[in-house]
């Protein structure tokens, strides 16, 4: 037996958290804790995450998330390390990451789909990574995430722009009207 050394009474305490899996969408959410391990084949070292929501209906929910950026499979390895960048972008990290602590607490968008699983029940996975302020550049696909390893492959490359000139073709007239530079 083992005294408690208080009245604890459990009705005076709320009740512990949902562990369902929230919606699929985009959330605010921030790296709180991280930790490197080698994954069940043995065969290199996987990131294994914490990202809490920070704002919204799911505020101070939790997220898991894991990424192989070392792995006997090369094909793995490029992917967990295409993770990993898109993280490091979403943060505003630059340069060399020697260690994870320097991506948490620092806000990012995340993609949030369920992954289902008929043996263990359904689960939150994340998909991309973005910029926590920032608005999507035009380069990105829709919903302004980091494309997925897969899709990144297969993606066709853009053709760059000229940026706008002053001067309209010919035939066309400027959206601001055909005022010539020294008219008022």
């Given at each position: 037996?083992?005294n ?16 369902s ?37 799911f ?25 990993l ?43 991309g ?13 829709a ?42």
């Amino acid at each position: 037996m083992a005294n408690l050394n208080t009245n604890f009474n459990p009705e005076a305490v709320e009740s512990g958290g949902d562990f369902s899996p929230i919606p699929a969408g985009e959330y605010l959410a921030q790296i709180v804790s991280s930790e490197v391990v080698t994954p069940k084949s043995g065969q290199g070292l996987m990131l294994k995450l914490r990202l809490d929501i920070m704002d919204g209906p799911f505020e101070r929910r939790v997220i898991f998330d894991q990424i192989n950026y070392q792995h006997a499979n090369p094909t793995a390895q490029l992917i967990g390390q295409q993770r990993l960048k898109a993280i490091c972008e979403a943060v505003g990290h630059a340069g060399p990451l020697g260690d994870s602590e320097d991506l948490h607490y620092k806000p990012m968008r995340i993609r949030v789909v369920i992954k289902r699983d008929e043996a263990y029940g359904d689960k939150n996975e994340v998909k991309g990574f973005r910029p926590a302020y920032d608005s999507p550049p035009q380069s990105k696909p829709a919903g302004g995430y980091a494309q997925q390893p897969q899709a990144a492959a297969q993606a066709q490359p853009r053709q760059q722009q000229a940026p706008p000139s002053a001067a309209p073709a010919p035939g066309q007239t400027r959206p601001w009207g055909n005022r010539t530079a020294g008219a008022r």
